[in-house]
Nanobody
Framework: QVQLVESGGGLVQAGGSLRLSCAAS????????LGWFRQAPGKEREFVAA????????YYADSVKGRFTISRDNAKNTVYLQMNSLKPEDTAVYYC????????????????WGQGTLVTVSS
């Protein structure tokens, strides 16, 4: 079993930055691929970024490419999402997820999920 707990959300002005963290428990963390998803009010959850267990493969949604950076620290069982140049359209609840998905962008291929952390970007 793996439990995920996100933190770092909050209110920020457009153009600002936030770093989200997702702390994991469980011995298999080092062998899991990790993803970040988000769900804006009234919209479906969407893929944001993913990072392979080895760190050798990284994927970003086009909407965040160049602004967001996903990283992991296996020694701390933590995955991060550094978000820069934030826009009001980035406002959402952000979730981290873990598993060994075949399709990085498919949320139904991730078994483990955190409870989410709210990011609000004001204009």
């Amino acid at each position: 079993q793996v439990q995920l707990v996100e933190s770092g959300g909050g209110l920020v002005q457009a153009g600002g930055s936030l770093r989200l963290s997702c702390a994991a428990s469980g011995r298999t963390f080092n062998y899991l691929d990790l993803g970040w998803f988000r769900q804006a009010p009234g919209k479906e959850r969407e893929f944001v970024a993913a990072l392979s267990w080895s760190g050798s493969s990284i994927y970003y949604a086009d909407s965040v490419k160049g602004r967001f950076t996903i990283s992991r620290d296996n020694a701390k069982n933590t995955v991060y999402l550094q978000m820069n140049s934030l826009k009001p359209e980035d406002t959402a609840v952000y979730y981290c997820a873990a598993d060994r998905p075949l399709d990085w962008k498919a949320e139904d291929e991730y078994l483990y999920w955190g409870q989410g952390t709210l990011v609000t970007v004001s204009s």
